[in-house]
């Protein structure tokens, strides 16, 4: 599981409602059903609105993602499967990686080592697949950066609802102290959701794809190597530019 992201949501929820209470704004206020239909409501219709049926159902993966913690000695595992990958080309030519390639469990690594092994142009179809993948990933977290968009906007109109349901108990003063108190929870619900749960979502969104936009950038460099016939040392160190300083260190004190 991905602690950052449960750590964020924990603190954010304690975060207002701890600071409800010191500000003496009681927490039942909250209790406003038709806030929360605005608010929750209102931003769901928007992305349905907004983008195509086949997206909006990649929502509850995205939700998955955001939870699940990546593996962080992936890179350090891909650099000794490279360096033994480049010992038997050197040694048994690179006709003698066929055999290997079956054991291997990302596609992406899979298919770019057949094509070296059959000798296609591996640079540029890896790269394209690349870009297409980068593309595709935007496309899924611009559903949480557009909500991130909708959702204060949408707080601005429930406000202006509470508004004028206020402005017709302008003669019971202790009615129109409450109906005012509860206009301004659907703002509350409205900044809450944007700018603490979907725009923080999109942005993680976007981190974990550059992570693995870069682990297969390394897999992509590793198997231009390979093409090109570099020794394992020049392989290793290619590789290497990949990983920081600090995990460089625990990989070479591991070998």
Not at 42 to 55: L, N, R, Y
Not at 210 to 222: S, T, V
Not at 234 to 239: H, P, T, Y
């Amino acid at each position: 599981m991905e602690k950052s992201t449960v750590i964020g949501l924990v603190m954010g929820i304690i975060s207002v409602f701890v600071g409800m209470i010191l500000k003496g704004a009681p927490l039942s206020a909250l209790n406003n059903p038709a806030a929360f239909l605005i608010i929750i409501g209102g931003t769901v219709s928007c992305i349905f609105i907004g983008f195509p049926m086949e997206q909006v159902s990649k929502a509850p993966v995205l939700f998955k993602l955001l939870m699940r913690a990546e593996d962080d000695g992936g890179k350090g595992e891909l650099v000794k499967t490279f360096i033994e990958l480049s010992q038997v080309a050197r040694r048994e030519g690179i006709l003698a990686l066929e055999g290997r390639v079956a054991d291997i469990p990302d596609p992406f690594f899979r298919n770019g080592l057949s094509m070296v092994i059959d000798g296609n142009f591996v640079s540029d179809v890896l790269d394209a697949e690349l870009a297409v993948m980068e593309e595709r990933h935007a496309e899924a977290r611009s559903i949480f950066t557009q909500a991130g968009t909708y959702a204060p906007t949408l707080g601005v109109l429930g406000a202006v609802v509470g508004l004028i349901a206020a402005l017709g108990n302008l003669n019971d003063i202790d009615k129109l102290g409450h109906s005012i108190a509860a206009a301004f929870v659907a703002t509350i619900l409205g900044i809450f959701t944007g700018y603490v749960l979907w725009l923080p979502f999109a942005n993680k969104l976007k981190v974990k794809s550059a992570a693995e936009i870069g682990h297969k950038r390394m897999i992509i460099e590793g198997i231009l190597s390979l093409q090109a016939g570099d020794s394992p040392t020049a392989i290793e160190s290619k590789l290497m530019v990949f990983i920081p300083q600090k995990e460089r260190e625990a990989i070479k004190a591991a070998e």
